[in-house]
C-alpha cells in the first residue's frame, strides 16, 4: 500500500488523513533532484525569498507538501514551477541546502513531458528557442521570433508580428539582429549528438 497517514495528524485518537506517496515516489525517480524533497523541513525560507511569491499560485514549500500529499494534478498543472527564474535566492538561503531551483526546473520539465502546459506561451517560446539551438548551434533572433508566431497559428502569427513589428525594426536598427539567416556553427552534428545522448540519459531531461 502507497497510503500512510501523515505525522502531523497522528494517531492520538486524531482523526487522521491518509497520503498516497505513490507521486512522491514518481517524482523521487524522474525529476532532478527530486530526492533532495526529502531534506524539506517546511520552513518557508524558500518561500519568503521568492521575489515573485506574490504571481505563484503555490510557493515551492507548498508544492513540496502537495507532492508528499500525493497531489499530482496540482503540481504537475501549477504555474509556480514554471516561473523559476534561478535567482538563486532559495537555495542560497535554505538551512538544510535544498536544491530548491533544481527541483523546480525539474519539476517543469517532467510536466512538459508528460503533457502539461501549464504556461502556454512559456511553454512554446522555450520549444521554439531550444530548436534553434538544436538546429544551428546558435540563437538566430528573427528565426525564433518567427517560429513562436507562427506556433500561435498563421492568422495569429501575422497578427502578432504586425504587433511587434517596432520592436522587430529597433533591434535591426541597432544591429541586435540580422537581416540574413544564421549559419550553423562548426559541427554542429556534434553538438546534437550530445544533446541527444543528455536528453536520453535523462529521458527527455531538456525540453
Not at 93 to 101: E, Q, S
Not at 150 to 179: A, D, F, S, T, V
Not at 181 to 207: F, H
Request: hydrophobic share 35%; net charge positive; aromatic share 8%.
Amino acid at each position: 500500500m502507497d497510503q500512510v497517514v501523515g505525522p502531523k495528524y497522528g494517531s492520538r485518537g486524531g482523526a487522521g488523513k491518509a497520503y498516497n506517496q505513490s507521486f512522491a515516489r514518481e517524482v523521487y525517480r524522474n525529476v532532478d533532484s527530486g530526492e533532495e524533497i526529502k531534506m524539506c523541513m517546511q520552513c518557508g525560507v524558500c518561500a519568503a525569498s521568492c521575489p515573485l511569491k506574490e504571481k505563484m499560485d503555490f510557493s515551492p514549500r507548498k508544492i513540496f507538501t502537495l507532492i508528499r500529499a500525493g497531489q499530482r494534478e496540482k503540481v504537475l498543472s501549477s504555474q509556480a514551477i514554471m516561473l523559476c527564474t534561478s535567482c538563486y535566492s532559495c537555495k542560497v538561503r535554505c538551512p538544510r541546502k535544498v536544491p530548491v531551483v533544481d527541483v523546480m526546473h525539474g519539476l517543469a520539465h517532467y510536466a512538459l513531458r508528460q503533457g502539461y502546459k501549464p504556461r502556454a506561451e512559456t511553454a512554446l517560446f522555450g520549444q521554439k528557442f531550444w530548436g534553434n539551438i538544436y538546429r544551428l548551434g546558435r540563437i538566430d533572433e528573427k528565426d525564433v521570433a518567427l517560429r513562436y508566431f507562427l506556433g500561435h497559428g498563421l492568422g495569429q502569427g501575422i497578427k502578432l508580428m504586425m504587433e511587434n513589428k517596432n520592436m522587430g525594426i529597433g533591434m535591426l536598427w541597432y544591429k541586435r539582429m540580422k537581416i540574413l539567416p544564421e549559419r550553423p556553427i562548426k559541427n554542429v552534428k556534434s553538438l546534437r549528438k550530445m544533446l541527444d545522448k543528455a536528453k536520453a540519459m535523462g529521458k527527455g531531461g531538456a525540453v
